[in-house]
């Protein structure tokens, strides 16, 4: 197995940005069949709305992330984005009122910030799960989708 450190891109967006490890494998035995199986939910980050990965700025699918996943051999009907709008990112604000977590530091993801994003999520990976015929859902998140999903 061999180690590198940096940055692993995927178009624009940096999926990594420490050391990863990787198995190289003979061109023979990975094929895109391969990546077809495998069931994705993107986790848009914080104030992002699922259009961001869809159809960005409006400017077309040929331009979102998605197709590029799709480009690269991953099965559309195994993406999945988190269904959810920009104005909901107001829920965060219910973070205030998680009395005392909120002002003692101790809120937790599941708590009234982000719980609506965090059962939404898992509804989301079951969903995938379900869909794939019970494969290992790969999360692709971006910025606060990232704390989240973990």
Not at 63 to 80: C, E, H, M, T
Not at 82 to 110: H, Q, S
Request: with cysteine; net charge positive; glycine share 10%.
């Amino acid at each position: 197995m061999k180690s590198i450190t940096g940055l692993l891109l995927l178009g624009p967006f940096i999926l990594s940005a420490s050391s990863f490890s990787f198995s190289p494998q003979p061109a023979s035995k990975k094929t895109e069949s391969d990546l077809s199986k495998i069931p994705i939910v993107i986790c848009p980050g914080f104030g992002n709305d699922a259009i961001d990965y869809l159809n960005p700025l409006d400017q077309g699918e040929e331009y979102s992330f998605v197709n590029a996943l799709i480009k690269r051999g991953f099965n559309p009907d195994l993406i999945q984005v988190l269904p959810l709008k920009r104005y909901e990112w107001i829920r965060v604000a219910g973070g205030l009122f998680d009395i005392p977590n909120f002002y003692t530091m101790t809120c937790t993801p599941e708590g009234l910030g982000y719980g609506w994003y965090i059962k939404r999520l898992r509804r989301t990976i079951e969903e995938m799960h379900q869909k794939s015929g019970g494969e290992r859902c790969l999360l692709l998140s971006h910025s606060a989708g990232g704390w989240l999903a973990r």
